[in-house]
T-cell receptor, first 111, second 112 residues
Framework: GQQVMQIPQYQHVQEGEDFTTYCNSS?????IQWYKQRPGGHPVFLIQLVKSGEVKKQKRLTFQFGEAKKNSSLHITATQTTDVGTYFC???????????FGTGTRLKVLA | DAGVIQSPRHEVTEMGQEVTLRCKPISGHNSLFWYRQTMMRGLELLIY????????DSGMPEDRFSAKMPNASFSTLKIQPSEPRDSAVYFC??????????FGQGTRLTVV
């Protein structure tokens, strides 16, 4: 069945270092979404990418959709302690609108 | 709007008991999802409703799990009988078509 894998599973960085998480799908995606879940919280929507090769930025966060629309990445520049949490990519599965979430990358930022 | 509302926030029950989790989606959202989150299995989609109709329940782990959506403003997820391995955080989410999913605060279920 459809799978969305993320790497790495865990990442510890020193505050100020950069961080990247990668999302890979076994099928071609119509679009992809990214969510952040703070410790003890619930997933919160960050962004949606639709076009092949699309790049979007939100302050220190850069999101990219692969040319083949089978992978995506989230890059955080100069991490801060507020970036701590788990980052999920999600496939909204256009047509059925059944949101399949990736395995997640848990980020810990050491001050 | 107050967002997606789930109750209870925490539930501790004994093995074999029936557990009912409740969800009120955001008004106007036509899709509703139930997810289960554990350390081992991550965020699993259990069942998905569209316009109150169950569309895909392939993620429901066993017959012990059932979900209903009697109207557009209410859904339940029931586990009967509950088992310790059902311990997890259960999230309800709702979405207007083709946009983001809005999650509730979740219900932390502990079965002892």
């Amino acid at each position: 069945g459809q799978q969305v894998m993320q790497i790495p599973q865990y990442q510890h960085v020193q505050e100020g270092e950069d961080f990247t998480t990668y999302c890979n799908s076994s099928t071609t995606l119509s679009n992809i979404q990214w969510y952040k879940q703070r410790p003890g919280g619930h997933p919160v929507f960050l962004i949606q990418l639709v076009k092949s090769g699309e790049v979007k930025k939100q302050k220190r966060l850069t999101f990219q959709f692969g040319e083949a629309k089978k992978n995506s990445s989230l890059h955080i520049t100069a991490t801060q302690t507020t970036d701590v949490g788990t980052y999920f990519c999600a496939d909204p599965t256009s047509g059925t609108y059944k949101y399949i979430f990736g395995t997640g990358t848990r980020l810990k930022v050491l001050a | 709007d107050a967002g997606v509302i789930q109750s209870p926030r925490h539930e501790v029950t004994e093995m074999g008991q029936e557990v009912t989790l409740r969800c009120k989606p955001i008004s106007g959202h036509n899709s509703l999802f139930w997810y289960r989150q554990t350390m081992m299995r991550g965020l699993e989609l259990l069942i998905y409703f569209n316009n109150n109709v169950p569309i895909d329940d392939s993620g429901m782990p066993e017959d012990r799990f059932s979900a209903k959506m009697p109207n557009a403003s209410f859904s339940t997820l029931k586990i009967q009988p509950s088992e310790p391995r059902d311990s997890a955080v259960y999230f309800c989410a709702s979405s207007p078509r083709n946009t983001e999913a809005f999650f509730g605060q979740g219900t932390r279920l502990t079965v002892v």
